[in-house]
Nanobody, 128 residues
Framework: QMQLVESGGGLVQAGGSLRLSCAAS????????MGWFRQAPGKEREFVAA??????????YYADSVKGRFTISRDNAKSTVYLQMNSLKPEDTAVYYC???????????????????WGQGTQVTVSS
């Protein structure tokens, strides 16, 4: 089992920044791919970003909608993954979820079913 706890959400004005954190416990963290997903009211959960030290084609993968604005990183010593969000837009408003799983490559990193463990989510609200 792995437990994931997100933090860092909140209310911010458009153009502002937030940094989300996801602390993991219970299993070997470094070997797992870590992903961030989000879900807005009335919409399906969507991929945001993912990172893995085992992917040969590059360790990070982003949704087109956040590329250039969001940065995913991880600190294996702290078993924590981060999502730095800059230039936030109202359409970024959602509950953000952290996920962990044995995702084999970056191309699979955007699929929610590739992840075995999920956090409870943290709300991000961007006002216009």
């Amino acid at each position: 089992q792995m437990q994931l706890v997100e933090s860092g959400g909140g209310l911010v004005q458009a153009g502002g920044s937030l940094r989300l954190s996801c602390a993991a416990s219970g299993r070997t963290f470094y070997s797992y791919a870590m992903g961030w997903f989000r879900q807005a009211p009335g919409k399906e959960r969507e991929f945001v970003a993912a990172i893995s030290i085992t992917w040969s084609a590059g360790s990070r993968y982003y949704a087109d909608s956040v590329k250039g604005r969001f940065t995913i990183s991880r600190d294996n010593a702290k078993s924590t993954v981060y999502l730095q969000m800059n230039s936030l837009k109202p359409e970024d408003t959602a509950v953000y979820y952290c996920a962990a799983g044995p995702v084999v490559n970056a191309e699979a990193g955007h699929r929610p079913y590739e992840y075995d463990y999920w956090g409870q989510g943290t709300q991000v609200t961007v006002s216009s």
